[in-house]
């Protein structure tokens, strides 16, 4: 069944997860800067599109850079171990990165990488992965691709939710327990 999801704020960033993760429900965000109530949109198949045709291009990949995001709280070691694992699991070669920013022009430095993964923010991966040169996938579509789980068709934004799968933080925070 619909729904209705309200954003109160003056930009899209969030609210953009917010719709990625739930296509079903129709957005309003209202701007308490501007006083405007709007109704708000998102390209979710186009973007399911082009992170699927990103996987697939990432799937013959025989060495990948797992890149570990020093900005802020957003990478995980946790997460970055478990990648590594199922990288090894499946045969392919692997080196961790620590990055604050990723920019295509810092990894096309890097030579012999065929994909790569960052655990740091998804919406880089979703917002800008056709910039780079090599897929560049979040850890969600890097399981996908190894076969380690299934596409979703509605796309997880959950990195922080618990109850979700290894892609995310919580799940590594319950399994320490």
């Known amino acids: 069944r619909g729904g209705v999801l309200v954003f109160v704020a003056d930009g899209r960033f969030h609210l953009e997860a917010a719709m990625i993760h739930n296509p079903q429900l129709a957005a309003y965000r209202y701007d308490p800067y501007s006083k405007v109530l709007s109704r708000e949109r998102y390209a979710t198949e186009k973007m399911k599109t082009n992170r699927m045709d990103a996987i697939k291009e990432a799937m013959p990949a025989k060495r990948w850079g797992v890149i570990l995001g020093t900005l802020g709280r957003q990478g995980n ?27 295509p022009g810092k990894l096309e430095l890097f030579e012999g990488v065929d994909a790569w993964v960052q655990v740091a923010c998804p919406r880089l991966s979703i917002d800008w992965g056709k910039g780079f040169a090599k897929p560049v996938l979040t850890p969600y579509e890097a399981l996908v691709c190894l076969g380690e789980t299934e596409w979703r068709e509605v796309y997880p934004m959950d990195f922080y ?13 319950n399994t320490a327990r």
């Not at 070691?77 to 920019?103: C, D, N, Q």
């Not at 939710?161 to 925070?173: I, K, L, R, V």
Request: charged share 15%; no cysteine; proline share 5%.
């Open 77 to 103: 070691p946790a997460i970055v171990k478990h990648l590594r694992a199922a990288l090894s699991r499946h045969g392919r070669r692997h080196f961790t990165l620590l990055l604050s920013e990723i920019f």
């Open 161 to 173: 939710a618990s109850g979700s799968g290894p892609w995310t933080n919580q799940f590594h925070n």
